[in-house]
């Protein structure tokens, strides 16, 4: 399965913007991570396909969405009240079990990344 992420961009802070990925194939989950310059790969968010559940990290919470659609295998962050640190290299990850998961070790394939910028 491959993936590739799309709608990075720079935005002003207070703002939106969509990130979009399309799975190759089929998964049964799929998360979105962030890595900003210097810190570690963390966890933003996840969606299971089956029954819709979805998990977010505390930082995103209430201001960032996930949707997607499991029939076009495409996975969507809808982030919102966008601030500074939100900056950051987004990735898209899948993996093909059932279960939400939020650490990186946990998903079986993964995105190119896209640039998001948030401007004070």
């Known amino acids: 399965v491959q993936l590739q992420a799309f709608g990075g961009g720079l935005v002003q802070a207070g703002g939106s913007l969509r990130v979009s990925c399309v799975a190759s194939g089929r998964t049964f989950a799929m998360g979105w991570f962030r890595q900003a310059p210097g810190k570690e790969r963390e966890f933003v968010a996840a969606i299971r396909w089956s029954g819709g559940s979805t998990s977010y990290a505390g930082s995103v919470k209430e201001r960032f969405i996930i949707s997607g659609s499991n029939a076009r295998n495409t996975v969507y962050l809808q982030m919102n009240k966008l601030k500074p640190e939100d900056t950051a290299v987004y990735y898209c990850?899948?993996?093909?079990?059932?279960?939400?998961?939020?650490?990186?070790?946990?998903?079986?394939?993964w995105g190119q990344g896209t640039q998001v910028t948030v401007s004070s």
């Open positions: 990850a899948a993996r093909t079990t059932l279960v939400i998961a939020t650490l990186t070790s946990s998903y079986d394939y």
